[in-house]
């Protein structure tokens, strides 16, 4: 299945359970591991792990394959590995303190400050 039905069908899946705040984000130009991030909010421990299911379920309905899927136990963050894409399920305040639009962003800012930072780490070498 190519990266972009596998896309829909996570957000579709998303959507089915009401998640909020879905962000799609492409980070083939910085890791070879997978090609999207897909991070979502759930309100509550209970809506994070069915939304996580619902991934599961749809994506297997759809033919895909679903590696592995870690946090469900505590429900604040459930992240879903489907190969290509990797689904971050979050309550906000998890999402907002550990930021990952930030971390995989591949806005301008954000190069900038990369560069900067491994400047100066090699500078202090």
Avoid: C
């Avoid at 799609?24 to 130009?29: A, D, E, G, Q």
């Avoid at 963050?77 to 998890?94: S, Y």
């Amino acid at each position: 299945m190519n990266t972009l039905k596998l896309q829909k069908i996570v957000v579709e899946a998303l959507e089915d359970v009401k998640a909020t705040d879905i962000e799609v984000i492409n980070v083939t130009k910085l890791t070879s591991l997978f090609d999207r991030v897909i991070i979502a909010s759930g309100s509550s421990n209970r809506q994070t792990r069915a939304l996580a299911n619902n991934v599961v379920v749809k994506v297997k309905e759809a033919g895909g394959e679903v590696l592995g899927t870690e946090g469900e136990d505590s429900g604040e963050w459930v992240l879903v590995d489907l190969g290509e894409i990797v689904v971050h399920i979050m309550q906000p305040a998890v999402r907002t303190y550990y930021n990952l639009e930030e971390l995989w962003s591949t806005t301008p800012a954000r190069r900038r400050k990369l560069i900067a930072d491994t400047e100066a780490a090699a500078q202090e070498e």
